[in-house]
């Protein structure tokens, strides 16, 4: 099991910046993936970023591609996502998930933080 603490939400205006941290604990040697996937009011959860855990590929949605950068660092166990030029349609809960190898599924969730951005 994985577990995982998401921390740096927060509430800012428009064109400013964020970063989140997702910090992970436990089984950390089956983690194939990280990603974040964020959940807005009334909407349907979606994803963010991803990348793979030892390697650097990564991948981003297209409505925060140039804007999101996704990254980690294993050794601390930790990953981040860098929110840059932030707009209102940012605003939802943030999530931190990671995958094992061959799955299908994300299996480990944190508790989520909250992101606001007015405009």
């Known amino acids: 099991q994985v577990r995982l603490v998401e921390s740096g939400g927060g509430s800012v205006q428009s064109g400013e910046t964020l970063r989140l941290s997702c910090l992970a604990s436990g089984r950390t040697a089956t983690i194939h993936t990280m990603g974040w996937f964020r959940q807005a009011p009334g909407k349907e959860r979606e994803h963010v970023a991803s990348?793979?855990?030892?390697?650097?590929?990564?991948y981003y949605a297209d409505s925060v591609k140039g804007r999101f950068t996704i990254s980690k660092d294993n050794a601390k166990g930790t990953g981040y996502l860098q929110m840059n030029s932030l707009k209102p349609e940012d605003t939802a809960v943030y999530f931190c998930?990671?995958?094992?190898?061959?799955?299908?599924?994300?299996?480990?969730w944190g508790q989520g933080t909250q992101v606001t951005v007015s405009s």
């Open positions: 990348i793979q855990w030892n390697y650097e590929r990564s």
């Open positions: 998930t990671t995958q094992r190898r061959f799955a299908a599924t994300w299996s480990s």
